[in-house]
């Protein structure tokens, strides 16, 4: 079966998440806390998609991470080759020590043309499935939160671990502050 790694899963959903807060820096923390991901999966692949230049890192305490580029300019197939590189569906052909290696039935395989045409149609489909895509899915299907919300820290009704309490406005955040101090 053909899979994504963990890796490249990440970082699609990890871009997603940062088009969908366009124009805010959001930690790698607060990623791994959302999704409920590896915090330290979380970090190296951000810190692999700031190389490649998918996104932009700033320091302070309004510090984090943002897209290096348009949603619509990201593909699936850019963030495979940024976190694995280079990819085929067979190895019919392979360099390995500066030299070309064939498979050991290359010569008379007789689904070598079909497989690089099926090669062809996937590359071809991750090539213009783009981050923007996945946004648009996210707000058509109403799966991201709104804008607006906000994270809270674990003094305000926050808690430590993989969950995060989101709050939309002052109403909501007054609220949930009185009830965690048994107000």
């Given amino acids: 079966m053909l899979n994504l790694t963990r890796k490249v899963d990440y970082g699609v959903l990890i871009l997603t998440h940062l088009a969908l807060r366009a124009g805010e820096a959001v ?8 999704y409920g991901l590896s915090r ?13 230049g998918l996104v932009t890192s700033s ?16 593909s699936v197939n850019d963030v495979i080759l940024a976190l694995e590189g280079p990819w085929s569906i067979v190895e019919c052909r392979a360099e390995r020590d500066s030299e070309v290696v064939f498979c050991d039935v290359y010569r008379i ?12 149609r996937v590359r071809e489909v991750l090539e213009t499935t783009t981050i ?3 946004v648009d899915d996210a707000r058509t299907r109403n799966v991201a939160p709104p804008e607006g919300f906000v994270e809270l820290p674990t003094c305000l009704g926050g808690r430590d671990g993989d969950e995060t309490v989101l709050a939309q406005d002052e109403r909501s955040r007054e609220s949930l502050t009185r009830d965690n101090r048994g107000q």
């Fill in 27 to 34: 930690s790698s923390r607060e990623l791994a806390r959302t």
């Fill in 40 to 52: 330290s999966l979380t970090a190296s692949v951000l810190k692999t998609l700031q190389r490649r």
């Fill in 59 to 74: 320091r302070g305490v309004h510090g984090g991470y943002s897209l290096g580029a348009e949603p619509s300019g990201i």
């Fill in 109 to 120: 395989c007789p689904i070598r043309g079909a497989m690089r045409v099926l090669g062809d």
């Fill in 132 to 134: 923007q895509s996945f």
